[in-house]
T-cell receptor, first 114, second 111 residues
Framework: NAGVTQTPKFQVLKTGQSMTLQCAQD?????MSWYRQDPGMGLRLIHY???????DQGEVPNGYNVSRSTTEDFPLRLLSAAPSQTSVYFC?????????????FGPGTRLTVL | KQEVTQIPAALSVPEGENLVLNCSFTDSAIYNLQWFRQDPGKGLTSLLL???SQREQTSGRLNASLDKSSGRSTLYIAASQPGDSATYLCAVPDSNYQLIWGAGTKLIIKP
């Protein structure tokens, strides 16, 4: 199993540009989530999904959209990039909610917005 | 609101020593606690998950304990090696599906 994969690994955007961060898992996990990691702020939840067709907002959802059309994929869309969205983005998955099961993380995407 | 604290923020020990990393949480009504390691510029690797009904979990040279009543978990690393150098993070899930994270302990094992 490849586990949780993320593409791209690095990305530089200009303010106002849009892009999609890709996340996929091959473990047939129902629960998937997106976090951002910032120095001094730790990891914060952006959006999560408990299964295909179901998504919900986390702590810091503004400026981001998600969809879950399949169990495997959970893309994160930046609608109009801002310098405040410069961060490292991690995708995670688990077979059940974080209340019950171990979370597995992808390698991350380092995003810089100029 | 749940808060997670990790002390110390950094730790440097000689190779071969046994060491303990600490994680404290303010709300003892947790579902579980998970320990991760993060290497510089890399993702998060899950080390151990302790369910709220468990007292400890072991994986190789790692042993994690959980004391809900005191709001503490420890990660014990036996016979430390330079390859153990990384940042270690603990996290607990809250009622909103989110993991609440400690700030991490940066561990350096000196050869």
């Amino acid at each position: 199993n490849a586990g949780v994969t993320q593409t791209p690994k690095f990305q530089v955007l200009k303010t106002g540009q849009s892009m999609t961060l890709q996340c996929a898992q091959d473990m047939n996990h129902e629960y998937m989530s997106w976090y951002r990691q910032d120095p001094g702020m730790g990891l914060r939840l952006i959006h999560y999904s408990v299964g295909a067709g179901i998504t919900d907002q986390g702590e810091v959802p503004n400026g981001y959209n998600v969809s879950r059309s399949t169990t495997e994929d959970f893309p994160l869309r930046l609608l109009s990039a801002a310098p405040s969205q410069t961060s490292v983005y991690f995708c995670a998955s688990s077979s059940d909610s974080p209340w019950n099961n171990e979370q597995f993380f992808g390698p991350g995407t380092r995003l810089t917005v100029l | 609101k749940q808060e997670v604290t990790q002390i110390p923020a950094a730790l440097s020990v000689p190779e071969g020593e046994n060491l303990v990393l600490n994680c404290s949480f303010t709300d003892s009504a947790i579902y579980n606690l998970q320990w991760f390691r993060q290497d510089p510029g890399k993702g998060l690797t899950s080390l151990l998950l302790i369910q709220s009904s468990q007292r400890e979990q072991t994986s190789g040279r790692l042993n994690a304990s959980l004391d809900k009543s005191s709001g503490r978990s420890t990660l014990y690393i036996a016979a430390s090696q330079p390859g153990d150098s990384a940042t270690y993070l603990c996290a607990v899930p809250d009622s909103n599906y989110q993991l609440i994270w400690g700030a991490g302990t940066k561990l350096i094992i000196k050869p």
